[in-house]
């Protein structure tokens, strides 16, 4: 139900109506749209919504630069996305670093895998300095997309920065409580929230709650929970010698996989996934440190072995959960769940903010105001969300089930997995289709989901033929037995996480 606060003001001066939203914000504390949390997806909703005339309200509960170990390797998708945003330029003057690709090492064997070279985005080509890479390996000139690894912190200071510099933008270190209902119709109208130790209240004609992964909110909205089978520990490795400057390394081999990526002129991210209840990083084995040290640093390219040691000697050691949160409509009046706190994924691909910069494209375009005049119009709004819902799943479900499904295969702990993960390497290797499609996908440039599937039982049919050809000729027929076990566990790998994503 439309439900218009304030009076109409359709015969106004701009700048006059400009002024009068202005004092709404600041002296009623009341916005056409109140955004809870200024991380990626907050900040870039703000300026998308505040570019399109909206009034809003952006609460923080901490405008310091955060120190995180997330959100370093933005993908070209992301790029693109930001681009679109008006925000490509947050990307300067923030040491960051260009990233051609991947370089995936599997038992010391390396592939390299470049992003697609002019690969179509929307229908259209990827513009601007993404283009701008020639690829040196294959001696051609054609032109690759490229995304950006950096510190998160100066990252997110500079989407900050662009969000209070827009005119009908206010950013307000909160910290929101509780949401605030109508007691007409319990529809969500603001939220409650703690300001330098006072209590306030913030309202708006819609409430965006993007409060990240351990959301305070959600749970009022859902009975399910994020599902976390690893955790991420982060170190900071100084002057790293890495195996392929400029590309994420994804390190293969007994034990779950290892990420290292540049985020600044000297400094590289380590993100090892350390799975629940290994035993090599339990107390007797001195815990998470002795499993770096004993099972980790063996298994390293040897150039980056000594900035890893002297990381987990000098670090103080910091992990994330990786969790696990498929989508879900929102169905509450007057209130919008997103980012982190609707839909996460492993971080293993890298692909979070490349989802959260589309999501504010997409839902901006949706609730523009030619489409959605009033924001308060809750029905309109529900509306909406629904085709938001499935509209972003070209992307999002992409990078959800291929994040879920890489991990499986990467992280392998039976010999099925085991067989599917060494098909997948070698896959990789035979180059051309094999790479530019997975790595199209991961990069947030193909947003077809039939081509993840496609490429995911090529890999499941290739991975038996290997198993098959490997090992002693009279044993074929046993193996080619067996190797139904095999593609029977690529089905158990992937259907749950398709299964989810078809859920309303
Ligand atoms: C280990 C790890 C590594 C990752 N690496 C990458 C990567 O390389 N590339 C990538 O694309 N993605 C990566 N991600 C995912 C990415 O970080 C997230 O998808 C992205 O940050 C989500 O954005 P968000 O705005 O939803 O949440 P966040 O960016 O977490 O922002 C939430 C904001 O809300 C604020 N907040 C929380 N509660 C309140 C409250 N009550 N009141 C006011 N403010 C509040 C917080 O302070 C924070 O600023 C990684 C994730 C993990 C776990």
């Not at 051609?140 to 510099?165: N, V």
């Not at 009975?223 to 900071?236: H, T």
């Not at 085709?387 to 099925?416: E, M």
Request: aromatic share 8%; glycine share 10%; charged share 25%.
């Amino acid at each position: 139900m439309a439900h218009h606060r304030g009076p109409r003001h359709d015969l106004m001066p701009l700048s006059e109506k400009r002024r009068l939203a202005k004092d709404r914000r600041q002296l009623h504390h009341d916005a056409d749209v109140v955004i809870v949390g200024a991380g990626i997806l907050g900040c870039a909703l703000a300026v998308a919504l505040g570019n399109q005339g909206r009034s809003v309200l952006l609460l923080e509960r901490s405008l310091k630069e955060p120190d995180r170990i997330v959100g370093e390797l933005l993908q070209p998708g992301g790029v693109a996305a930001l681009e679109k945003l008006g925000l490509r330029d947050c990307l300067e003057e923030i040491d960051a670093v260009k990233v051609f690709g991947y370089d995936v090492i599997y038992f010391g064997e390396e592939v390299r895998i470049s992003y697609p070279a002019n690969a179509l985005h929307d229908g259209g080509e990827i513009e601007g300095d993404e283009k701008s890479h020639t690829d040196e390996m294959r001696g051609t000139k054609r032109k690759r997309p490229e995304g950006r690894s950096f510190h998160h912190g100066r990252f997110i200071q500079r989407l900050r920065q662009k969000a209070m510099e827009k005119e009908n933008v206010e950013v307000v270190e909160a910290t929101a409580t509780e949401l605030v209902r109508s007691e007409y119709n319990g529809q969500i109208v603001g939220v409650e929230a703690t300001v330098k130790g006072e209590k306030d209240c913030f309202f708006g004609g819609l409430t965006i709650i993007a409060d990240g992964y351990a959301s305070k909110f959600r749970k009022e909205f859902r009975e399910d929970a994020p599902v976390v089978r690893s955790k991420f520990w982060g170190l900071e490795l100084i002057d790293a010698k890495l195996p392929m400057p400029n590309h994420g390394h994804v390190i293969l081999g007994d034990g779950a996989p290892v990420l290292l990526y540049q985020i600044g002129t000297h400094e590289t991210r380590a993100l090892v996934d350390v799975p629940d209840n290994v035993p090599s990083a339990s107390i007797a084995n001195g815990g998470v440190k002795g499993h770096l040290k004993n099972v980790v640093l063996p298994s390293l390219p040897a150039e980056v072995r000594p900035s890893f040691e002297a990381a987990i000697d000098r670090d103080r050691l910091r992990s994330m959960p990786n969790s696990w949160l498929p989508p879900t409509t929102n169905k509450q009046p007057g209130l919008v769940i997103l980012g982190d706190a609707m839909n996460m994924r492993h971080p293993l691909t890298g692909g979070g903010m490349t989802v959260a910069f589309n999501d504010a494209v997409m839902f901006s375009e949706l609730l523009s105001p030619t489409n959605v005049p009033m924001l308060d119009d809750t029905d309109l709004v529900l509306k909406q969300m629904r085709a938001f819902h499935w509209q972003r799943k070209g992307l999002s479900s992409v990078i959800n089930i291929l994040a879920q499904a890489l991990y499986s295969l990467f992280a392998a702990d039976d010999s099925q997995l085991k067989a599917l993960q060494m098909g997948c390497f070698h896959y990789f290797k035979l180059g051309g289709n094999c790479i530019d499609g997975p790595v199209g996908l991961l990069a947030g440039i193909i947003r077809q989901p039939f081509v993840l599937f496609y490429h995911f039982f090529a890999v499941a049919l290739y991975a038996m033929w290997i198993y098959i050809m490997t090992g002693s000729p009279l044993l074929i027929p046993v193996r080619m037995l067996s190797s139904v076990g095999v593609f029977a566990k690529a089905c158990v790998v992937i259907f749950p996480y398709i299964f989810s994503e078809l859920r309303t």
